[in-house]
């Protein structure tokens, strides 16, 4: 796909707004706007927001993380005239989001499936007939416990767990993924990796942002 000209919006979290990065112009869609001539790229990232509505208790109130504005809360509010839609998270549903993982026949927002079900089919329906990218997470320090990052009351999944479930959505809805979770070469557990691209083991610097600038560059072009 011939990518010169294009409007894309990058619906995703703080990696997509920029948290970790050493300025916008470092950011992965900046990089892919200068090296391929986008007419726009349109950041619609906001830090610690998820793909599922926050349930909720006493002591972490609904709309702490600012729950508000949740991909599936929020969606629609995208401009409309985009080429080309990507979406980038799933990373804060497992690391301090409290919706339950659901099951496949979820369709509401409630449940972790049922907020892959009615985002990517709301956008399907939005963008009609233009490609909707999902990027899966990247690898994070910790992603092998069931209790996300901040130690939820119950064991959840794993990061991997929620990465099979936007595979299986997506896959429901024929998108197209890139599986940074498999293929971005990013596993900040290697010290090495992690010193120099995803310093604090979740968000990725001005080199991570480039891995990924190169691998949504060569997957759109093949679109």
């Known amino acids: 796909m011939k990518l010169d000209g294009l409007k894309i919006n990058f619906l995703g979290d703080s990696i997509t707004q920029g948290v970790g990065a050493s300025g916008p112009d470092s950011l992965y869609h900046a990089i892919l ?53 990507v979406v ?29 079900h009615y985002l990517f089919s709301g956008l399907v329906k939005k963008y009609l007939g233009k ?22 009351s119950r064991g959840y999944g794993t990061l991997k767990e929620y990465v099979n479930i936007i595979r299986e959505v997506a896959e429901f ?22 010193e120099k691209y995803i310093p604090d083991g979740l968000h990725p610097n001005d080199n991570g942002h480039e891995v990924i600038a190169r691998k949504l560059k060569q997957f759109l072009e093949l679109l």
């Open 88 to 116: 980038f998270g799933g990373t804060n549903d497992y690391g301090h989001g409290d919706a339950p993982l659901g099951g496949f026949d979820d369709r509401t927002p409630d449940t972790f499936y049922g907020a892959c």
């Open 33 to 85: 706007k200068k090296e391929v001539n986008l007419k726009e790229a349109k950041n619609y990232g906001i830090s610690a927001t998820r793909y599922a509505l926050q349930k909720g208790t006493p002591e972490r109130p609904k709309d702490d993380f600012v729950d508000v504005n949740s991909f599936s809360e929020r969606f629609d509010q995208m401009d409309d005239d985009a080429d080309i839609v």
């Open 131 to 152: 490609p909707v990218v999902i990027m899966t997470p990247l690898h994070r320090v910790g992603e092998t416990k069931n209790t996300g990052a901040i130690n939820k």
């Open 173 to 194: 809805y024929s998108l197209p993924v890139l599986d940074l979770y498999a293929t971005s070469g990013l596993q900040p557990e290697i010290p090495e990796i992690m």
